[in-house]
């Protein structure tokens, strides 16, 4: 029997990100979207003090096993953590998404290696300053949707490595989409190593910030000012041989794949947070606009509006819950279900917080409400991670 009733402890843990994402994620999101300088908002003293506020609540190693420092929690019982967090603010809930992706990639592949553990896994757990946060560098000025063409041998990272020794001296930039690319202290890499297998032909390394390592500015962009986002450069950067975390080969598609595919469905929660932001705030102004003698909601266009939007927000989670539970039940999950659940979620995003701006007319185009943010940040989910055409394709062969 299919049961949709969460359990006591995720009940807990879904109501303290619910109380945290309205009474510190929003506020601050809103005066943080508002500072005309990207380098700006990632100094403050705001973002810090946001940051740091989910460290101490624990919602940066949610997913870590418990017997490294993290809370063990299962991708379902994290759903409903990131759908609330979301609902909040997707700058600082995308910001948290990416900033565990060092700790958790060595904590399933490297498991055994206490050193690495015990160097990065362990103090990022502990930390409850945020002075840990880590994030995933693949896509290059040259290479976009071509990191996943794993057939052009004539298709390679420009960012190379070469041994040299016990070492790995590591040169090149990744493009300016690195999400935390500019505040990050350690970097999942993705590096060529032997140019005649194209993008088979890299290795995924361990480059903690340091020598020779330049972080850019933060991108401005239209929406999700508050993730940042920025190019990484490495100049002749040198790491132990083994922060080669998966070579060359057959595996890394399979790896490449596995990023995917939780990306995708953090992304997609993203994207249904977002829209019940949008959906709730438009909807209580129905409730209380009056034209024509009637609340606005009692219209027919507006209440046909509100209630496809209320459709697609639970048609998303549906979708975006299969995944998760897929993900559960394999740790590669499956890259099809969370394409499907990434694209349908951001679409519908992106449809509805327009159409929840059309709700309040005029007033829906000012910074006056929320909403206008809202349908900026939504755009960016469209093409965050990997474009949704470029899912579309990767889920078409996979069928």
């Known amino acids: 029997m299919i049961d949709f009733s969460p359990n006591k402890d995720q009940v807990q843990i879904q109501s303290l990100a619910k ?37 101490e609540l624990g919602f ?19 759903a409903l953590v990131w759908e609330e967090l979301s609902y909040g603010g997707i700058g600082i ?20 290696n206490k050193k690495l553990i015990d160097q990065y896994v362990r103090p990022y757990c502990e930390d409850s300053e945020a ?50 690319g500019g505040i990050a202290d350690c970097f999942l890499l993705f590096a060529n190593v032997d140019p005649t297998r194209g993008i088979p032909g890299s290795g995924i390394f361990l480059v903690p910030n340091g020598e020779g390592v330049v972080r850019g500015k933060a991108m401005d962009k239209i929406g999700m000012r508050v993730l940042n986002q920025a190019d990484i450069s490495f100049d002749n950067v040198k790491v132990p041989a083994e922060y080669m975390l998966t070579p060359p080969g057959d595996m890394y598609p399979l790896m490449h794949n596995a990023i995917k ?22 909807l209580a102004y129905a409730k209380e606009r009056v034209q024509f003698g009637k609340p606005i909601v ?25 995944a998760s539970w897929k993900l559960a039940n394999n740790p590669l999950g499956d890259l099809k279900f ?36 809202y349908m900026r940040d939504a755009k960016l989910l469209q093409i965050m991670d990997a474009t949704n055409e470029i899912m579309t394709i990767k889920g078409v062969a996979l069928l």
Do not use: C
């Not at 949610?62 to 379902?76: H, N, Q, R, T, V």
């Not at 990191?147 to 090149?172: C, F, L, M, Q």
């Open 19 to 55: 109380k945290f994402a309205r009474e510190v994620i929003r506020p601050a999101e809103i005066e943080l979207d508002k500072m005309a300088d990207p380098d700006a908002v990632f100094s403050s003293e705001l973002f810090r003090k946001t940051i740091k506020s989910a460290y």
């Open 261 to 282: 595919t939780v990306g995708n469905i953090g992304v997609g929660y993203l994207a249904v947070g977002i829209m019940r932001a949008a959906f709730d705030e438009a």
């Open 131 to 180: 002075k840990h946060i880590t994030a995933w560098g693949s896509s290059e000025g040259n290479i976009g949707s071509d990191g996943s063409n794993y057939h052009d041998p004539k298709v390679r990272h420009e960012t190379k490595a070469v041994k040299d020794g016990g070492e790995w001296v590591i040169d090149g930039a990744k493009s300016s989409f690195v999400s935390n």
């Open 338 to 373: 969370s394409a499907a659940a990434r694209v349908f979620a951001t679409n519908m995003a992106m449809k509805h917080t327009v159409e929840m701006v059309q709700i309040l007319g005029g007033y829906g185009i000012s910074k006056e409400y929320t909403l206008e943010k």
């Open 298 to 322: 009692e219209h027919q266009a507006v209440g046909f509006r509100l209630f496809e939007a209320f459709q697609a927000i639970e048609a998303a989670r549906g979708l975006l819950w299969k």
């Open 93 to 112: 809930a995308a910001t948290l998404l990416a900033a565990p992706v060092v700790p958790l990639f060595l904590s399933i592949l490297a498991s055994g």
């Open 60 to 78: 940066h190693k949610m997913g870590i096993k418990e017997e490294f420092g993290g809370l063990g929690l299962d991708p379902l019982t994290t």
